[in-house]
């Protein structure tokens, strides 16, 4: 079961042109930058209570989050729960008939587990899974 919203992702064409809006006008605590390689993204997190707003700018025409952009343009990609057992409820969701993007967990920034299900599993929303990594 989710044990909280770790992030929300959003598609930017640049972070460096996004980071104002979020750190100087609403106020959030920028954490730096990170290069995704697997996922063919740089990535910056912001701050929000217990939670953090993830942008997401694509690093090759190829990516995941380049084709969304030029399909949906700038906005919300995807909403990330974090849980304590990926692995497991990977395999509970698989049982269960749920359509999943990721049968076994990847590596997101921060050295996350992540895992993605299916938009059309939930709703067209695209949801992530993640259990936090060894820090």
Do not use: W
Request: with cysteine.
């Amino acid at each position: 079961m989710p044990q909280k919203i770790s992030h929300i992702g959003i598609a930017v064409k640049s972070i460096e042109e996004s980071i104002a809006f979020y750190q100087d006008v609403l106020g959030m605590e920028f954490e730096g930058t990170e290069v995704v390689e697997e996922q063919k993204v740089k990535v910056a997190f912001f701050v929000v209570g217990e939670s953090r707003i993830e942008l997401l700018e694509p690093t090759a025409d190829d990516s995941p989050v380049a084709k969304f952009l030029e399909k949906n343009g700038p906005g919300v990609h995807h909403v990330a729960y974090e849980v304590a057992d990926l692995q497991a409820r990977l395999v509970q969701l698989k049982a269960e008939g749920v359509k999943l993007i990721d049968e076994a967990p990847r590596t997101g920034a921060h050295k996350t587990k992540i895992a993605f299900m299916h938009p059309k599993a939930s709703g067209g929303v695209l949801t992530e899974l993640c259990q936090p990594g060894e820090h």
